[in-house]
Structure formats: structure tokens, C-alpha cells
């Protein structure tokens, strides 16, 4: 018997229809395709920082609740003190924990919106939960909250996922209409703030509203994507019961001692965020002046465009060739034909991106 005959009986057939998701190379490219920060750390603290690396034990394991860096992390990011905290390795792995832990009792069903973060599908799917998308507007990319509720009152899933603003349209969904979808809601409503820092809206001072309430955030888009922690602030209740699926060690001593130590100096990450937004709103200005491309506003750290109709995977691949990579996103929903999606880069990478995609535009 060969290896893939034996995959073939024992791999889960959901799993073997799966495709791995896919990193593209970003080798020698400007790299403006995955929402990260830009810019670097001032010498000062890069030097601080390696001290502090020097000092850890990596011979012991890590305090498996972080209790420091969760300390660290209500103060910084002002969690309401009467919520819990979860810490997860990335909030790919939240997702994932939340998922492990939600059963009903006829069939557990997981709600998200389309098009939106592709790994609420992905991970649904690996847990073996059924997995509801319903359509977002294809105008505006709004909430179509008749089918919402409609899917709600049909499927009873739960579990719901809303990315706040949305990934990778960029928008907020109206939050009356969200707050009609937490009160219809039978299950876990998931409010997934990973562009937190680039807006101003939060669900983060009303989670005491709503007892099916849990905000998700990361790092990672505020900067610190390679140190992968997300985390999740929610009733104790809830909090409490997620959390015995976490693996003990899931936080390793480096990305502990890290986070506290980015989050001790939590100004110098507001002050790129500041920069990064206004960059954004150079980009826009900029993007909406280009010749037939549709700009659709965004509260995050990317912009989303429609171009020409046939001609996204071309203009993406002539911006490679010029050094620059962004997402083409058109094949990966209905909804999203014809759209490619820059991340907001430094003033510098962002005169190059306009300019390469100006070149294909002429
Ligand atoms: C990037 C992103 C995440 C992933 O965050 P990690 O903490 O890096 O795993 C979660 N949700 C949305 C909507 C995102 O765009």
C-alpha cells in the first residue's frame, strides 16, 4: 500500500478537499498583499528590547496564563476590568478555540458574512462544523440583514463571526444592524476588531450590553504580526469555558515578554497607526483621481478597488513585475470579481504602488 493510498482511507475527506491557504513570495517585493505595519521600531527600543531577550529562560516553560501580559494588555488597550481575557496564538487560533468548544444540540452551525475573513469557512471546516456565508450587499458590501436574520432564525448557529471593519472589503457594517444580529442571535456573536487600531469604533465598552457578546483583537495589524497574539475579552462565563481548550503553553516566553514590552510602549504603536491612517487618506484621495477604478471606503489599513472589467490578475501581475505585490482578489468570491487590495504601506511604497498601478492603467 502507498503513502497517498493510506491518506485516501484515513484523512478526512473534508480535510483532502481543502486547499492549504495560500502566502504568496514576497521575496525582493514591496510588500503591500497582508495588512502589515510598515514601519520598524526607533533604535532606542530595538536595543531595549534585545536586554530583555537576553534575560529570558528559554529552558523553562512559559506562565501558561501570561499573567503579566495580560496585565499589560488591559491597561494598554483599556479592557473593561469586570471581562475576562483569553490569549490565543494569533486570532487564527481564537477562532479555532472557539470553534472546538460551541455544540448544540441539533448540529452546530457557524454564521459569517461573504465576502470576509476566508479562515472562519477554513476553520469551521476543520472542526467539522457546518458553515453558513450569507452574502453581503453587492453594492456597497453593507449587511443584508433580511437574509441575516432570516439565516439566524433558520440555521440557529452557534456561532457568529463579523469582522469589524470587514476583511477584505475595508468597510464597518452599521452598527444598529449589528446590534439587531447580537440580539437575534441564539448563540456566540464574535465581533473580530483586528483593524481596531485604524478606526474608531469598538464593541469593546458594550460587551457588559449583551450576554452573547465577545470582541476578538490582535496584534498583528497593529504591528506585531510575527509575534502572532490575539486575544479575546468577554464575560467570565464565557471566557472561563473557552479557555479549557487552550493548549497549556500556547503563548511562548519570547512573544510574552514581547507583547509587554511593545505594549509598555504602546505610544510609539498609536503613533504609526496615526500615520498609517493618514496615509490612508492620501491613497484615497490619490486612488479615486485614477481613471476608471471604483475606491470603496475603508476604516482599516487597506484599500479595496474594482477595476476594469478582465483586467485585475493582469494589472496585478504587471504590479509585480514592477516590484510591487498586492491581492488580487478577483476568483475568490462572486462578490469580489474585478478587485485587487493594497495594504497601506509607508508614504514611500505607497507612491510606487500608485504609480506602478498608473502604469497599467494607461
Ligand atoms: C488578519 C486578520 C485576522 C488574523 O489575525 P492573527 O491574529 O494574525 O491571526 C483576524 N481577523 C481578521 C478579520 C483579519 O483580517
Redesign the pocket.
Given at each position: 500500500m502507498s503513502a497517498k493510498n493510506r491518506v485516501k482511507s484515513w484523512i478526512r475527506p473534508q480535510i483532502q478537499a481543502i486547499k492549504a491557504y495560500p502566502v504568496a513570495d514576497a521575496t525582493g517585493l514591496i510588500k503591500l498583499d497582508a495588512?502589515e505595519n510598515p514601519y520598524g521600531w526607533p533604535e532606542a527600543m530595538q536595543a531595549e528590547w534585545a536586554t530583555l531577550l537576553r534575560g529570558i529562560q528559554v529552558n523553562r516553560y512559559p506562565d501558561p496564563q501570561a499573567r503579566t501580559l495580560v496585565a499589560e494588555l488591559r491597561k494598554g488597550m483599556d479592557i473593561p476590568a469586570d471581562m475576562g481575557v483569553l490569549l490565543g496564538n494569533?486570532?487564527?487560533e481564537i477562532i479555532q478555540m472557539l470553534m472546538l468548544s460551541v455544540g448544540g444540540t441539533q448540529g452546530t452551525a457557524v454564521l459569517s458574512v461573504e465576502p470576509s475573513?476566508v479562515?472562519y469557512a477554513m476553520i469551521a471546516r476543520f472542526c467539522g462544523l457546518g458553515y453558513i456565508g450569507v452574502p453581503l450587499k453587492a453594492d456597497d458590501f453593507s449587511l443584508d440583514l433580511p437574509a441575516l436574520l432570516a439565516a439566524i432564525k433558520q440555521h440557529q448557529p452557534a456561532l457568529i463571526f463579523l469582522?469589524w471593519p470587514n476583511?477584505p472589503t475595508g468597510n464597518l457594517f452599521a452598527e444598529d444592524q449589528v446590534i439587531q444580529i447580537i440580539r437575534a442571535a441564539p448563540g456566540l456573536v464574535v465581533i473580530?476588531e483586528?483593524?481596531g487600531p485604524f478606526t474608531d469604533s469598538s464593541f469593546l465598552n458594550r460587551l457588559g450590553d449583551f450576554d452573547n457578546l465577545l470582541v476578538m483583537r490582535?496584534l498583528?495589524?497593529m504591528g506585531l504580526?510575527g509575534l502572532?497574539l490575539?486575544y479575546l475579552v468577554g464575560h467570565p462565563a464565557w471566557i472561563e469555558q473557552i479557555d479549557k481548550v487552550r493548549m497549556p503553553y500556547n503563548i511562548n516566553v519570547l512573544s510574552q515578554v514581547t507583547a509587554e514590552f511593545a505594549l509598555r510602549h504602546k505610544a510609539i504603536f498609536d503613533q504609526q497607526a496615526a500615520e498609517i491612517r493618514a496615509e490612508r487618506g492620501h491613497m484615497m484621495e490619490q486612488l479615486t483621481r485614477l481613471p476608471g477604478i471604483r475606491v470603496f471606503p475603508s476604516e482599516a489599513n487597506f484599500i479595496l478597488i474594482r477595476v476594469a472589467e478582465g483586467q485585475a490578475q493582469s494589472i496585478f501581475n504587471a504590479m509585480k513585475e514592477q516590484g510591487v505585490l498586492i491581492k488580487c482578489l478577483d476568483g475568490s468570491h462572486a462578490l469580489l470579481k474585478d478587485c485587487l487590495r493594497l495594504t497601506i504601506g509607508t508614504a514611500e511604497e505607497n507612491q510606487l504602488c500608485l504609480k506602478a498601478l498608473e502604469a497599467c492603467l494607461v
Open positions: 495588512m494569533g486570532s487564527d475573513f479562515m469582522a476583511n473580530d483586528a483593524y490582535t498583528s495589524k504580526a502572532r490575539g
